[in-house]
């Protein structure tokens, strides 16, 4: 089964600031991708998602992510963060039947 | 409109007694996962289930059992309870696997084994 890796634990931006959070999965084939975020005392709920077609997706409030299939890399960006997206923020792909997610990263946006 | 459902939303318990998680959604989804969320470690999959009488080992399943006899209640059973066991617990759904596997969340179950 798949694994995922997320290369940030914790984040911090200053209001404005770019982001782009990093996350691989371990090996090829016919995945979807998604990146779910977790805001404080909230449950997860879905940012955006891939299955084919253009690697570069648009997802809610500003987020975007892109598919580098060579890569197996799944990165989430947002030019410019806000307070309101200090979050947890998780990767995860769906092969088959089950969803795995990686570790998540923490992002805290000073204002 | 209710979506995922899951009680309690707390609970403590001692070390060696048993437990019930209840999770039940409204939106007729056939699958159905059951997550533990532990600090540092994301979410990781203890069970599944593809639709009622069915159901599959995740990543972490050793202590745990499910049922899936109705396509709506998807209960997660912790038999004796160990430390190692306290966590938050996640129910989610889906319309189904794949590339339409988007997955609605309950709002969690802390479970503390003391």
């Known amino acids: 089964a798949q694994s995922v890796s997320q290369h940030n634990h914790h984040v911090i931006l200053s209001e404005a600031a770019s982001l782009e959070l990093g996350c691989n999965y371990s090996?090829?084939?016919?995945?979807?991708l998604f990146w779910y975020v977790q805001y404080p005392g909230q449950h997860l709920q879905l940012l955006l998602k891939?299955?084919?077609?253009?690697?570069l997706v648009k997802g809610i409030k500003g987020f975007e992510a892109e598919f580098i299939k060579s890569k197996f890399s799944f990165n989430l960006r947002k030019p410019s963060v806000q307070w309101s997206d200090t979050a947890e923020y998780f990767c995860?792909?769906?092969?088959?039947?089950?969803?795995?997610f990686g570790a998540g990263t923490r992002l805290t946006v000073k204002p | 409109n209710a979506g995922v459902t899951q009680t309690p939303k707390f609970r403590i318990l001692k070390i060696g007694q048993s437990m019930t998680l209840q999770c039940a959604q409204d939106?007729?989804?056939?699958?159905m996962y059951w997550y533990r969320q532990d600090p540092g470690m994301g979410l990781k999959l203890i069970y599944y289930?593809?639709?009622?009488?069915?159901?599959d080992k995740g990543e972490v399943p050793n202590g745990y059992n499910v049922s899936r006899s109705t396509t709506e209640d998807f209960p997660l059973r912790l038999e004796l309870a160990a430390p190692s066991q306290t966590s938050v617990y996640f129910c989610?759904?889906?319309?189904?696997?794949?590339?339409?596997?988007?997955?609605?969340f309950g709002e969690g179950s802390r479970l503390t084994v003391l």
């Open positions: 989610a759904s889906s319309r189904s696997g794949g590339a339409a596997g988007e997955l609605f």
């Open positions: 090996y090829g084939g016919t995945v979807n």
């Open positions: 891939y299955f084919s077609g253009d690697p």
């Open positions: 995860a792909v769906n092969e088959v039947n089950d969803m795995r």
């Open positions: 939106m007729n989804h056939n699958y």
């Open positions: 289930s593809v639709g009622a009488g069915i159901t």
